[in-house]
């Protein structure tokens, strides 16, 4: 699955976590992270801190690659981490 969005990052946790039959509370304890975080972050929350992220992908056994693109791939669906960075050091 490409995630070229919140939203799909949202879609395979969540799908990934029925998968595995676990519930949210189940998986924020696995992650180290709280049970609110995971419905948050499963709802889309732009804020979410990419390392309880990172946690989280790690507990449902997921991995992120970084893939580079060539300028015809990358289009106005392509994520700018560094500008959501940028967003949300500024709250």
Do not use: C
Request: hydrophobic residues 45%; glycine residues 10%; without cysteine.
């Amino acid at each position: 699955m490409q995630v070229r969005s919140i939203a799909d990052a949202a879609a395979a946790v969540r799908g990934r976590r029925l998968e595995l039959d676990l519930s949210q509370d189940q998986l924020g304890r696995r992650a180290g992270v709280s049970r609110k975080w995971v419905y948050e972050f499963e709802a889309g929350k732009a804020t979410a801190e990419l390392g309880h992220a990172l946690r989280v992908l790690d507990a449902l056994g997921l991995r992120l690659d970084v893939v580079t693109m060539g300028a015809r791939e990358a289009g106005p669906s392509a994520v700018d981490l560094d500008a959501l960075l940028d967003e949300h050091r500024r709250g």
